[in-house]
């Protein structure tokens, strides 16, 4: 199954000169996105992984999917503001700005082991930031895992260079 091929681009979205990478495209088309869980899970099969962390909102459908598949507990990572409950955040910097990711205080428990799941990584502020927050709360994170990769701004090396091990299941040229 070629998933990159499920994967639709859109030209000057949302802004000219990015290239969006829309994976809704995949997540409707059924062996796709089945071929899309297969892969992740199949990286994380044999570690003991207590949580799947997946980053709002594609990461929810992925992440979600893959703690099914690994028969663990799914921990929603939301935008500020979003969890009714008390809530453990972590601040982070975007292109024009701050922004603030959450979880409810009792996600984790100290030492869960952790896998931190989201459609895309771009320059890594976000996974980066949901790393920090998983880590001030007491879990491990043994992984992130997307489905795309944009090498050129640099994100995965950034958190490669901060002891992680980054899966992508495909790259794409440009951003």
Sequence with gaps: MDIKSAIRTIP??????IMFRDVTTLFGD???FR????QMVAHY???KIDKVAGIEARGFILGGAIAHQLGVGFVPIRKKGKLPYGVLGEDYDLEYGKDRIEI?????KQGDAVIIVDDLIATGGTAFAAIKLMQRAGAKVIGCCFLVDLPELGGADKIRAFGQDVKALVSFEGH
């Design 45 to 47: 099969k044999g570690v």
């Design 35 to 38: 071929a899309t869980i297969d």
């Design 30 to 32: 059924a062996e796709a």
């Design 104 to 108: 409810h205080i009792d996600a984790v």
């Design 12 to 17: 000057d979205f949302p802004k000219p000169g």
